[in-house]
């Protein structure tokens, strides 16, 4: 079975599944709804086979996937319901589901309707930021409607493999649940700890990497979100209950100088941060770094790969650390193992290159 | 002038302070205090000139900086009092202020005390993470004890500028005020947002960027936050006062289905985060990123970096995004114009390599 998939809004996530879906052997060809300019940017990716109209290239179609904002697919839905081939699949890759879920039982019941949310982004937006790897490893949540027969199910899974993502089924009720937990409500918390500083200049001056990375999703497109969150209000009214009571009680336990509370919340959250699983390096083996201090100059890229090359030693990992212009910088190198990295520092000190084994 | 340094903890913090120090003309030596095989370390990798006794390498310093942690200054205090010479400068880099005058106030009068707060860090701990620009463009709040000469302030001016840190002057008090919104809340915040999921595995099967983002510093070292927190006790409360509220507040307008204030909320915080300063790029020139499909094998590094030093294009940044055994992964390049981009995409597809502008 080789399927037609139609990607309706091809952005970052919709360019990203194009890319990979085109590499699926299940695949006959995918096709792009979306501003012209964008259709040519993704087919000069590689992240589409073709551009169409939104009404013809849905009755062909034997997938659908509406990357659009959730806001859109009332209209999406109402232009396409009649003209969607019976046995068809629609899915989506909105932030909550249990909204979705009800715009897609307005189409006929031969359509199969699997909700779909891959948890992966990008501060890139649009097409140009789409990767072919941005889903690996990430979860990919699919709550198909009551009914969905499993060798549909199935068949959608075997579909979504070439993303790498770890796929679940979930109902859209316990995928809203759970977003809220780990997205929505850090969102708002987040927002609200920059709004705390209240935009004083000695506070941002002060920022340093912990506030940045605690504070970065409050970055965000704040109409994208404020859609998002009053897509699942209830919810979120809950657990940010449930978040300024667990606030409550460690205020309390600090107001007391209740130490050992307050070690033991810090050392359970650690405990929890810590089994997250690490998406980006979770694929990549284990590897031993380096670090470097070179000159900054053109071609010192092309020269450690050279020297490391020469010596038959693959970078798994590189980083520039920092820059300085006109007085060098410092570049980490991962390399597979521990032994590489010592003959790497040996081979790079031999050359002049400052360089040491970080871990 | 030119000055002994004395470095008491010889660590990520202490490591990197003597690697850039030692290469400030106003220093003459800088002398290292810690365990034997961090200096040998630390002497391996230029961060000091050599390793000493606390007592004696106290009474010849003209400038010393505590970095251990801050639990640990009155032991030391108490051990160095009656050797440090008049005239020296005392110094140290602890998260909170109030306190570490408190303790260095046991010192003679004679003795200058100047608290300082270099504010970066590093995921990796001790010297091997020590780094030459690791406090470039950071914030470095010195809180001198009234009194302080203006020449002796003008001199730790000058010689902390070649850390590259933006050196701002702050009284101990309003210091710690301003930590515990920018670093102590967020902190606690983090340990409740994951202590909110439970440790529950589908919550953490879930956890994308933004949560992971969020949530980091959840991951770092209990007893040591403890420590911090309950050495800015009243503070901390007070704030957590107001991050309740400003969640109770939210918490209200979702409730009551008022888009309009949520949108403000988001909306004022989005710009004031935008305006926080990037620390890692702030030196760096504009450049444009290109990111380019690669082969997963050794010399492919060298071989991106041949193609655009044989084009003289500087490789100005340079990221893996996404590494796969056996099927190649997505590197992010950065290159000064988009004029060089353009050039090195014409030239990395005319050798084979799939490549786009990103930005």
């Known amino acids: 079975m080789s399927v037609n998939v139609l990607i309706i809004g091809v952005g970052l996530i919709g360019g990203s599944l194009g890319l990979a879906l085109k590499e699926s052997p299940l695949v006959a060809r995918v096709i792009g709804v979306d501003e012209d300019h964008t259709i040519d940017q993704a087919l000069a990716m590689g992240a589409i086979d073709g551009g169409g109209h939104l009404e013809t290239a849905a009755a062909t179609a034997d997938v659908i996937f509406l990357c659009t904002p959730i806001s859109t697919f009332?209209?999406?839905?109402?232009?396409?319901?009649?003209?969607?081939?019976?046995?068809?699949?629609?899915?989506?890759?909105?932030?909550?589901?249990?909204?979705?879920?009800?715009?897609?039982?307005?189409?006929?019941?031969?359509?199969?309707?699997?909700?779909?949310?891959?948890?992966?982004?990008?501060?890139?937006?649009?097409?140009?930021?789409?990767?072919?790897?941005?889903?690996?490893?990430?979860?990919?949540?699919l709550t198909p409607a009551p009914g969905t027969p499993d060798d549909i199910l199935a068949f959608m899974n075997e579909l979504l493999a070439c993303t790498g993502a770890r796929i679940k089924r979930l109902t859209a009720e316990r995928h809203d649940e759970l977003v809220a937990a780990i997205s929505h409500i850090p969102h708002l918390t987040a927002a609200a700890l920059v709004n705390m500083t209240r935009g004083d200049e000695e506070h941002l001056m002060m920022a340093a990497g912990g506030f940045r990375d605690t504070t970065r999703i409050a970055s965000s497109n704040p109409e994208l979100w404020d859609n998002i969150i009053f897509s699942n209000q209830e919810i979120i009214v809950d657990k940010l209950d449930l978040l300024i009571e667990n606030l409550i009680k460690l205020r309390e336990a600090i107001k007391a100088g209740d130490r050992e509370k307050v070690l033991q919340e810090?050392?359970?959250?650690?405990?929890?941060?810590?089994?997250?699983?690490?998406?980006?390096?979770?694929?990549?083996?284990?590897?031993?770094?380096?670090?470097?201090?070179?000159?900054?100059?053109?071609?010192?890229?092309?020269?450690?790969?050279?020297?490391?090359?020469?010596?038959?030693?693959?970078?798994?990992?590189?980083?520039?650390?920092?820059?300085?212009?006109?007085?060098?910088?410092?570049?980490?190198?991962?390399?597979?193992?521990?032994?590489?990295?010592?003959?790497?520092?040996?081979?790079?000190?031999?050359?002049?290159?400052?360089?040491?084994?970080?871990?």
């Not at 020297?307 to 212009?325: A, F, G, S, W, Y």
């Open 266 to 359: 810090l050392s359970s959250a650690k405990d929890t941060r810590d089994r997250i699983p690490q998406v980006h390096r979770g694929i990549m083996p284990d590897f031993s770094d380096i670090v470097c201090i070179v000159p900054d100059k053109p071609g010192i890229i092309a020269r450690l790969g050279a020297i490391l090359h020469e010596k038959d030693i693959n970078i798994v990992d590189i980083e520039i650390l920092r820059v300085r212009e006109g007085d060098g910088g410092t570049i980490r190198l991962g390399v597979p193992s521990l032994t590489d990295a010592a003959e790497a520092v040996a081979e790079l000190q031999a050359n002049g290159i400052k360089a040491w084994i970080r871990s």
């Open 74 to 141: 009332g209209g999406i839905i109402d232009q396409v319901k009649t003209r969607i081939k019976p046995g068809a699949i629609i899915s989506d890759v909105g932030s909550t589901k249990q909204e979705v879920m009800r715009v897609f039982s307005q189409l006929p019941d031969a359509v199969y309707k699997i909700g779909g949310h891959p948890m992966a982004g990008s501060e890139i937006r649009g097409v140009v930021g789409a990767d072919r790897y941005l889903f690996e490893n990430a979860a990919y949540i």
